[in-house]
């Protein structure tokens, strides 16, 4: 199984201020024939089902705000929220899709400062 | 608007069963893998297994072969998740999810059904 962990476990960050948060595979997630990565982030509010953010790595769902961006390749990849929101509070979750069995990171819990 | 609705809380106890539901609404049920995924309390999210319902081709994670049964009709476009004999380690919540197509992440979830067995 590919193992995905994330650092860090937690992190307080101001209002308005950068969050970022690294998610490492145990293999590349890379695709060769499309040049993509299999890489999903999912927030996860309190008392809330998980929510798909971001996938193939950087590319944002529908309806997500600008603020939130990924990037990285490989094995390597980071969740960024360029500016925190009170409502960002959640834990944040990274997903290789690269395959069954799916796994996932264990988590990184965001707060305000 | 994508909808899956999973049925309601449960509290049982050691050795019984026990079969949740998901119902999916608003897209082509029949050509989306949904797959289940639990929640340890205060814990991370594990995939258990998922399930195709057009011809109801199911994958397992290994860790979960043997303990769980994944299945669907199509017919109310709805999948199950079941246990034949519970075990207080089973407690959790338990998402139900969408697919996508292309990418394979999961687009579409479930409200969750927390399933507890008292030790």
């Known amino acids: 199984d590919i193992v995905m962990t994330q650092s860090p476990d937690s992190l307080a960050v101001s209002l308005g201020e950068r969050a970022t948060i690294n998610c490492k595979s145990s293999?590349?997630?890379?695709?060769?024939?499309?040049?993509?990565?299999?890489l999903a982030w999912y927030q996860q509010r309190p008392g809330q089902p998980p929510k798909l953010l971001l996938y193939?790595?950087?590319t944002r769902e529908s309806g997500v705000p600008d603020r939130f961006s990924g990037s990285g390749s490989g094995t390597d990849f980071t969740l960024t929220i360029s500016s925190l929101q009170a409502e960002d509070v959640a834990v944040y979750y990274c997903q290789q899709n690269s395959g069954p069995p799916y796994t996932f990171g264990q988590g990184t819990k965001v707060e305000i400062k | 608007e994508v909808q899956l609705v999973q049925s309601g809380a449960e509290v049982k106890k050691p050795g019984e069963s026990l079969k949740i539901s998901c119902q999916g609404s608003g897209y082509t049920f029949t050509t989306y893998w949904i797959g289940w995924v639990r929640q340890v309390p205060g814990k991370g999210l594990e995939w258990m297994g998922d399930i195709y319902p057009r011809d109801s081709d199911t994958r397992y994670n290994p860790s979960f072969q043997g303990q769980v049964t994944i299945s669907a009709d199509k017919s109310i476009s709805t999948t199950y998740l079941q246990w034949s004999s519970l075990k207080a380690s089973d407690t959790a919540m338990y998402f139900c999810a969408r697919h996508t197509v292309d990418s394979d992440c999961f687009d579409s979830w479930g409200q969750g059904t927390l399933v507890t067995v008292p030790a």
């Open positions: 293999q590349s997630l890379s695709y060769i024939s499309n040049n993509k990565n299999s």
């Open positions: 193939w790595a950087s």
